[in-house]
């Protein structure tokens, strides 16, 4: 199993624009073969902020998923929005996962 965590920073005038492409990907995401989870979540305490979690299979599907033409035409939406300040995602590798 992949665990995919992110911090991105958007221009906060500019957030409802990013949300709007989100609603559909987050859709499509969910319906990939090996998808788990994906959600893109708005940080509270700063305007801006969102975190993106993410669970997966296994490499395979990690890897199909960024191969989906989705993915390519959000990424092109988001370019052309021009709202991204940064971003820092980071992928675990999780041999074993328990309810707490």
Not at 29 to 37: K, L
Not at 50 to 77: C, G, K, N, V
Request: proline share 5%; aromatic share 8%.
């Amino acid at each position: 199993m992949l665990i995919v965590a992110g911090t991105f920073r958007f221009d906060p005038d500019k957030l409802d624009a990013v949300v709007a492409l989100q609603g559909p990907l987050m859709e499509e995401v969910r319906a990939e073969v090996g998808c788990q989870a994906y959600v893109f979540s708005n940080d509270t305490q700063e305007p801006g902020v969102q975190h993106l979690f993410e669970i997966w299979d296994d490499e395979a599907a990690l890897a199909a998923h960024a191969r989906a033409p989705h993915m390519s035409t959000y990424r092109e939406a988001m370019q052309q929005l021009g709202a991204l300040i940064s971003r820092e995602v980071v992928r675990y590798d999780v041999g074993d996962a328990q309810p707490l």
